[in-house]
């Protein structure tokens, strides 16, 4: 009995001190403070392993002084995002907070109907932010105060907006100066008012390497933009950009290009100064021929759901993923069997009758969509593709027997041959084939047998294993 009461106070001055230990944490003190005070609320908190806070997302009607004050006190705080705050007074000063990274998201101020209505961040605010790298803007106005703001914080690195919206004629031309500025993010929420057009005053912030402008109501790209020429990545998607100058060739440290969702009718010639390049999205265009060559060092090209009827890819000796979905092509363009590296091949929803026996050229490739074409036999050099993991042929017009040399395939792993006339045949025995898909009029059959000995395929369709 003893020993047991000894038990139960050593299990009490243990949980005791769990207890205590458990509050020592910088994020329940700060929920306190803020508890006390109504407000804002403590969204999310985080601590490291000593238990000192780090990041911070605050939720209310409003902020003060005395509470940046509070917040000073937490000396290992590096990031803060301040979370549909209502009111922001002007100058308010975050300059005592150390911070690494700030963000304002959906900032508001007045209603119209059920409605916050976005707002701009009030006056004095940014500029106090000396110490920050990395300064994100979400779901709020931006207006020239804030632009002028930001470019007296010499040290910032990083600017995001996003999902804002822009007052008209605004002149970037302020964060010019800042020398540490290599990321730029500019995107609108499809309610706001989104850019009109390219801003030339962009092209003087020139350490940029990282400029994301989607979202908004671009028609042409000025010729200044080849001054940006440290720019590895440029998104420019989901605008109705018509045209490329020539100018746009000096940019030849472009790691990534995206100009998906515009208005191009066609690739302009200066793309092929672009020796770095290895993803390329050309995505949702109006584009009709495709000419590409020289990039040596392209990995990724996606041109699909565009209007072309012919490709020319030429020394592309890196290429690994083509898609060329939802175009006008009638047959596999042969400057594509020659491209060898190649690991995915996406060309469905085009017009192609017929697969080439060239096809066996591209002994890399792992994964070959032809789905939704107008294709009426199989070809014999598929079972060439000895690296081919999945196999999709979905919505053709196949009326043939499945080729022998398929079983050759010792990594495939997925066949679809939905949505055909007549697939005869003996069932496939690849020893990874997992699925396979086969459909007769409304009735899909899945699953093929493994089983070397199995039946020939009926000719409505295969055997239920």
């Known amino acids: ?51 000192k806070l780090i990041s911070l997302i605050l939720e209310g009607s409003t902020i003060t002084q005395a509470d940046v004050n509070e917040l000073k006190k937490y000396k290992s705080l590096i990031e803060l995002t301040l979370l549909r705050i209502n009111e922001l007074p002007e100058n308010l000063n975050l300059g005592s907070l150390k911070l690494d990274t700030i963000s304002f998201e959906n900032i508001k101020k007045g209603k119209k109907g059920d409605k916050f209505s976005y707002q701009y961040i009030s006056k004095g605010v940014i500029k106090s932010l000396k110490s920050v790298k990395t300064v994100k803007i979400s779901a709020t106005i931006i207006s ?7 470019g007296s914080l010499s040290n910032i690195e990083n600017i995001e907006f996003d999902n804002d919206g822009f007052d008209e004629n605004l002149d970037f031309s302020p964060l010019k100066n800042l020398k540490k500025l290599t990321e730029l993010t500019l995107s609108t929420y499809k309610t706001q008012v989104p850019l ?22 671009f028609n042409t790209i000025p010729k200044c933009i080849g001054n940006l020429n440290k ?3 440029l998104d420019l998607s989901v605008n109705n ?18 100009l998906m969702r515009n208005k191009l009718t066609s690739i302009p010639s200066s793309f092929n100064k672009l020796s770095n390049l290895e993803t390329l999205y050309l995505n949702y265009n109006e584009i009709t021929k495709v000419s590409i060559s020289k990039l040596n060092k392209l990995q990724l090209l996606d041109i699909s759901y565009n209007e072309i009827t012919s490709v020319s890819l030429e020394n592309l000796s890196k290429l690994k993923i083509l898609k060329l979905d939802g175009n006008n092509l009638q047959s596999i363009p042969s400057s594509i069997t020659k491209l060898k590296t190649l690991e995915e091949l996406s060309l469905s929803d085009n017009e192609i009758s017929n697969i080439p026996s060239s096809i066996k050229n591209l002994t890399k490739l792992r994964s070959l969509e032809l789905g939704d074409n107008q294709i009426t036999k199989f070809q014999e050099a598929l079972g060439k593709l000895q690296s081919l993991v999945s196999l999709y042929l979905y919505n053709n017009k196949i009326d043939d027997t499945l080729p022998n040399s398929l079983n050759n395939l010792k990594e495939l792993n997925s066949i679809n041959l ?43 369709y295969l055997p239920i294993c």
């Open 1 to 51: 009995m003893v020993k047991f009461n000894s038990f139960l106070k050593l299990f009490g001055v243990c949980t005791l001190l769990t207890f205590v230990s458990g509050e020592t944490g910088e994020c329940d003190t700060l929920r306190n403070y803020f508890t006390n005070n109504e407000n804002p609320d403590v969204h999310y908190c985080n601590e490291n392993d000593n238990g």
């Open 144 to 150: 020239q105060t804030t632009l002028n703001e930001l």
């Open 196 to 217: 009109s057009s390219f801003p030339e005053s962009l092209c003087q912030i020139k350490n940029l390497k990282f400029l994301t402008a989607y979202n908004n109501n």
């Open 231 to 233: 720019l590895q990545n």
């Open 241 to 258: 950009i018509t045209s490329i100058p020539k100018e746009f060739g000096k940019l030849t440290n472009l790691v990534y290009l995206s």
């Open 418 to 460: 939905n949505g055909n006339v007549n697939i005869k045949g003996k069932t496939l025995t690849n020893s990874k084939l997992v699925t396979c898909y086969y459909t007769n009029g409304n009735e899909i059959i899945n699953g093929l047998c493994l089983d070397e000995n199995s039946v020939c395929i009926p000719d409505e």
